[in-house]
C-alpha cells in the first residue's frame, strides 16, 4: 500500500499555523520518518533511562517481547551495542515490570559475532512457551554514572554498572500476609519510619524462586513452591520498599542477599510465595561425569537432528551455508554421561504441563523442558569458549534405591519425572550429550554442569546443581578431574 496518499491527506488537515511554515516535500519527509520502524529495531521499556529495560524487538509491524530462557550475556551485549552503549549485565523474570505484548522471540541462542539479535538462532517469530514473569532484560552502561565494578560473566570480562551492595537491613523480621494459609503470602518486613515500626511489601519484579526459597527457610515454613508476582495477594496500595533482590540461593535469611541502593518497582507487583514441606531436590553424579568422558569425531550428516536444537558449535552452521559438502565434514565432541538423583522427598516434574510440550519432528520425541542442562567449558581467565545444552525430552526413573519404585516412564508418550531416590539417566550416546569442541585448542580448562540451570522448577536447594571440574585436552584424548559441587 502507497502511504503517500494518506500522507498528503493529513497534510491537509494540519493546522494551518504548522503547515505554512513547512514545505509539503519537507513535512511528508518528517510524518514518514516518526512513522517507519525498522524491521528487528530494538527498545527497552520499564527501565529508569534508555539505558535498562525489558527488551522489546520490532517485527512485521508490532513490538514484542523476549523469553528468557537461554537469554545471557551474549545477548545482553548485541541488546546494548545495538542502542549504541558498550557493555550491559543480563536481567532475568521480567525485572522490569510485566511485560506489555506478546513474546516473539524463545530460546534464543547467540554467538556473539551478530549484529542483530534477528540474526541468531532461536525457536521462531511467535513459538514460546514463556509466562509474563519471564521477559528479557538488560543494564547498559549508563555514561552518566561512573559507579562500577569488573565482573566476570561466561564470555567476557566486563566492565558494568552495579549498585547493588549488601542489604543495609540487618536481621529482618518477615511475615507472610493475606495467604488463604499460614503457608503463602505477600512476603512483608518490619522497618522503623521515622521512630514509628511499620510493615512494608517487596516488589515482586524479577523476584525468583531463589529469593522465595530463602524467605520461606527463614521463616521455617520448608521451601518455595511457587514465587508470585502480582496483585492477588495484595490490595495494589500498600508502601514497598525494597526491590531488586538477588540471592544466591544458600542464604538462610533475606538479610544476606543484595539489593539495590535505590528504590524502583516498575510494574508495581507484590512479591509473594508459597512454602511446602515437600520437595524435589535434584543432585548430579560428579563421579559419573568423570568416569565416562570420552571425544568422538562425527560426520555433521548425522548431526543434522543435532543442529535443529543448537546442539553444535557456531562454526558448524557456518560450514552448512558455505560448502556443498558441509554433510561429509566432521565435529568433535565431548561426550559424557549425567546422572541426576532426586534425594528430595516429592517427584521432580516438569515446568509445562504435558499437553504444552513441544514435538521434535527430527528427533521424534516431546520436549518437556527447553533446558534441563548446560554444559560449559571454561578457559583459565574465566572466559566461556565452549558450550552445550540438554532439552528434557524424557525424564524418567532409570534407576531407584532405597526401596524406591520406579514411577515415570517417558514410552508412549507417558508421564515425566523423577520420583524421591530414582536417577534419571542421561547416557553418553543420546544426541546432544555433549559439547562442540572442534574450534578449541588443546589445553588445560574447567569442565561446568548445571541441571535446572534457570531455576523454572522448585527444589529444596540449588547449590547441589551444579559441578566445576577440572578438564585436560589433548589431541588424542580428554581426562576430567577433580569434580565438586559448586555455585
Known amino acids: ?25 519537507d513535512l511528508v519527509k518528517k510524518l514518514m520518518k516518526k512513522k517507519y520502524v525498522r524491521e528487528g529495531s530494538l527498545r527497552l521499556v520499564g527501565g529508569r533511562g534508555k539505558y535498562e529495560g525489558n527488551v522489546e524487538i520490532f517485527h512485521k509491524g508490532r513490538w514484542g517481547n523476549i523469553c528468557d530462557d537461554e537469554w545471557d550475556l551474549r545477548e ?17 523474570a521480567s525485572y522490569f515490570g510485566e511485560p506489555r505484548g506478546n513474546y516473539l522471540m524463545d530460546n534464543l541462542y547467540c554467538d556473539g559475532s551478530e549484529k542483530n539479535l534477528s540474526s541468531c538462532r532461536f525457536d521462531g517469530w511467535g513459538n514460546h512457551d514463556c509466562e509474563k514473569d519471564e521477559a528479557a532484560g538488560v543494564v547498559c552502561i549508563n555514561n552518566e554514572k561512573t559507579k562500577s565494578i569488573i565482573m566476570s560473566d561466561a564470555t567476557n570480562t566486563v566492565k558494568i554498572e ?24 505477600r512476603v512483608e518486613m518490619l522497618l522503623d519510619s521515622k521512630g514509628e515500626q511499620g510493615w512494608y511489601a517487596i516488589c515482586g519484579d524479577g523476584w525468583r524462586l531463589i529469593e522465595a526459597n530463602v ?34 540461593g544458600n542464604e538462610v535469611s533475606l538479610s544476606e542477599c543484595t539489593i539495590p541502593n535505590s528504590f524502583y518497582c516498575p510494574g508495581n507487583f ?23 568422558a570420552y571425544l568422538e569425531d562425527r560426520l555433521m550428516y548425522l548431526l543434522q537432528c543435532a543442529m535443529e536444537e543448537n546442539c553444535v558449535g557456531s562454526s558448524a552452521y557456518i560450514r552448512q551455508k558455505d560448502s556443498g559438502y558441509w554433510h561429509l565434514e566432521t565435529r568433535r565432541l565431548l561426550r559424557f554421561t549425567a546422572k541426576v538423583t532426586n534425594i528430595g522427598n516429592e517427584a521432580f516434574r516438569p515446568f509445562l504441563p504435558k499437553n504444552l510440550w513441544q514435538f521434535h519432528q527430527c528427533h521424534m520425541h516431546f520436549h518437556s523442558m527447553e533446558v534441563f542442562a548446560t554444559f560449559d567449558i571454561i578457559d583459565q581467565n574465566g572466559f566461556k569458549i565452549a558450550e552445550g545444552h540438554k532439552a528434557s525430552f524424557c525424564l524418567e526413573d532409570n534407576e531407584c534405591a532405597n526401596g524406591a519404585r520406579p514411577e515415570f516412564a517417558c514410552a508412549n508418550y507417558g508421564d515425566q ?71
Not at 441 to 459: A, D, L, M, R, S
Request: hydrophobic fraction near 35%; charge should be negative; charged fraction near 25%.
Open 162 to 185: 552495579k549498585d547493588k551492595v549488601k542489604t543495609k537491613y540487618g536481621d529482618l523480621q518477615l511475615r507472610l500476609a493475606d495467604g488463604r494459609t499460614k503457608n503463602e503470602g
Open 215 to 248: 524467605v520461606c527457610k527463614q521463616l521455617g515454613l520448608g521451601f518455595a513452591q511457587t514465587a508470585t508476582q502480582n496483585h492477588f495477594l495484595g490490595n495494589g496500595i500498600l508502601n514497598m520498599t525494597m526491590s531488586g533482590v538477588e540471592c544466591v
Open 1 to 25: 500500500m502507497n502511504p503517500l496518499p494518506l500522507l498528503l491527506a493529513l497534510i491537509s488537515i494540519l493546522d494551518f499555523s504548522e503547515a505554512k511554515f513547512l514545505k509539503k516535500g
Open 270 to 292: 507484590f512479591a509473594g510465595v508459597i512454602c511446602t514441606a515437600e520437595m524435589a531436590d535434584l543432585s548430579i553424579d560428579k563421579d559419573e561425569i568423570e568416569k565416562s
Open 76 to 92: 545482553a551485549s548485541i541488546v546494548c551495542s545495538k542502542l549504541g552503549y558498550e557493555l550491559s549485565r543480563p536481567t532475568y
Open 417 to 487: 519425572g523423577i520420583s524421591p531416590n530414582c536417577s534419571d539417566i542421561y547416557k553418553h550416546n543420546i544426541d546432544c550429550q555433549w559439547v562442540d569442541i572442534s574450534d578449541m585448542e588443546t589445553g588445560q580448562y574447567y569442565f561446568k554442569v548445571k541441571i535446572n540451570p534457570e531455576f523454572k522448577i522448585p527444589e529444596m536447594r540449588f547449590d547441589n546443581n551444579e559441578v566445576t571440574c577440572n578438564l585436560l585436552y589433548t589431541p588424542s584424548y580428554v581426562r576430567i578431574f577433580n569434580c565438586a559441587h559448586t555455585m
